[in-house]
């Protein structure tokens, strides 16, 4: 079975400059998380997808970051302008549908490294 | 709302020595609760977790965690530290029985093998 897929693996950009991340999650899984996960810290949660709607966004900074999940599948999550403050790994989750499954097992892709210079 | 704490960023031990790391929580409702572990450059993946039964947990590379509510902890060990153990490990807590699943990560712990 292949793993969540997510792309570019590393992004160097300057700040106020924009950038997009993708990620592919594991077939048939109905929900995606994007983590934020910035050095020396834990994964924090920034938007989680149950198919193509948002269950959780409170932590997203809506001002700057965007997601999408156009038909419940594959997922970007968007940064413009981009800020010093954002370099960080970028990680995408799947899981199996929380609601039916709420101890379920989260699958996490590589993640993509950002750097804002 | 929850929360996570590890306790020690960095932990040492010798190959084949008792590896145990701590984690605490604090949540309003029965949690559940994980271990995960991230090598270099790579995604995290499930070490092992409590959901309700048994609160001693074993999981994979001969880990096991016990649940313990009156201590809100949730401690990760292995009898014998191995070099491949080296790694990042995270504990995290989400709401038991609520369908967000949404998961709320310590800090991490960074276990170092010396041979």
């Known amino acids: 079975e292949a793993g969540v897929a997510q792309s570019p693996r590393y992004k160097i950009i300057e700040k106020r400059q924009s950038v997009a991340f993708w990620c592919n999650p594991i077939s048939g899984h109905a929900t995606l998380y994007w983590y934020q996960q910035i050095l020396g810290q834990g994964p924090k949660l920034l938007i989680q997808f149950q198919n193509n709607g948002v269950v959780d966004d409170s932590q997203l900074p809506k001002d700057r970051f965007s997601a999408e999940r156009l038909k419940g599948v594959d997922s970007t999550l968007k940064i413009q302008p981009a800020k010093l403050e954002d370099s960080a790994v970028y990680l995408c989750?799947?899981?199996?549908?929380?609601?039916?499954?709420?101890?379920?097992?989260?699958?996490f892709g590589p993640g993509t490294r950002l750097t804002v210079t | 709302a929850q929360s996570v704490t590890q306790l020690g960023s960095h932990v040492s031990v010798s190959e084949g020595a008792l590896v145990l790391l701590r984690c605490n929580y604090s949540s309003s409702v029965p949690p559940y609760l994980f271990w995960y572990v991230q090598y270099p450059n790579q995604g995290l993946q499930l070490l092992l977790k409590?959901?309700?039964?048994?609160?001693l947990v074993k999981g994979i590379n001969g880990f096991e965690a016990e649940f313990k509510k009156s201590e809100t902890s949730f401690h990760l060990t292995k009898p014998s530290a191995h070099m491949s153990d080296a790694a990042e490990y995270f504990c995290?807590?989400?709401?038991?029985?609520?369908?967000?699943?949404?998961?709320?990560f310590g800090q991490g712990t960074r276990l170092t093998i010396n041979p």
């Open positions: 409590y959901t309700t039964g048994a609160t």
């Open positions: 995290a807590v989400s709401e038991g029985g609520k369908g967000a699943q949404k998961l709320v």
């Open positions: 989750a799947s899981s199996t549908q929380a609601q039916a499954n709420p101890g379920g097992e989260q699958y």
